[in-house]
């Protein structure tokens, strides 16, 4: 019983193999550097995050942001986690 499972270990992993080089040459974005994930690039921020995380970088609350910039606090929730600020802009 054992043996066959090794055969099927063996086998599966072959054709997984086999199948990552076809997706990595259709989509060269699942293509990693020495086995390591890529990280994708941040986005690019609109004038809103940019607001925000000059806000939050000079450590004012998302309530006072709000009010500041005359958005609900929900949307400054989603801009924070969607562009994960406060961060550095390069």
């Not at 994930?37 to 006072?64: C, F, H, Q, R, V």
């Not at 005359?70 to 400054?76: A, H, M, Q, W």
Request: aromatic share 4%.
């Amino acid at each position: 019983m054992l043996n066959r499972m090794e055969n099927y270990e063996e086998l599966y992993r072959m054709r997984w193999e086999s199948q990552t080089k076809k997706d990595k040459i259709i989509n060269p974005k699942l293509e990693t550097k020495n086995g390591a994930k890529i990280k994708p690039a941040p986005k690019k921020l609109t004038k809103d995050a940019e607001m925000l995380n000059k806000l939050l970088k000079k450590e004012l609350s998302l309530k006072d942001a709000s009010d500041i910039m005359s958005l609900s606090l929900n949307s400054l929730r989603q801009i924070k986690l969607i562009y994960k600020l406060p961060r550095t802009v390069k």
